[in-house]
């Protein structure tokens, strides 16, 4: 009997956390100025594009971008030391690996 509720206990539970996982959360936005050129400007309102998401994608790619470089180098001893090692010694516990 314990078995079954624990049992139903974890599946709503793992519902929950899919279901927030899963939800959009609305973002603040703020009204903001930006120059753009004139000509692109012109086609992307021709074609229907959403210059403001446009914009927001962008800046997302370029700040997702940027961390990626930061974490990259502030751990850059890091992971030349670990792949030194590699080189060095081989992989840990290779001598287990079937393939």
Aim: glycine share 4%; charged share 25%.
């Amino acid at each position: 009997m314990r078995m079954v509720h624990a049992h139903k206990i974890t599946h709503l539970f793992a519902k929950a956390i899919t279901m927030r996982a899963t939800e959009k959360v609305k973002p603040h936005r703020k009204p903001t100025n930006l120059s753009l050129d004139s000509e692109l400007l012109r086609e992307a309102k021709a074609l229907g594009i959403n210059v403001s998401r446009s914009a927001e994608a962008g800046i997302e790619a370029a700040v997702r971008h940027q961390k990626q470089m930061d974490w990259l180098e502030d751990n850059a001893a890091a992971l030349a030391s670990s792949n030194k090692y590699v080189e060095e010694q081989g992989l840990p516990l290779s001598q287990y690996r079937q393939f």
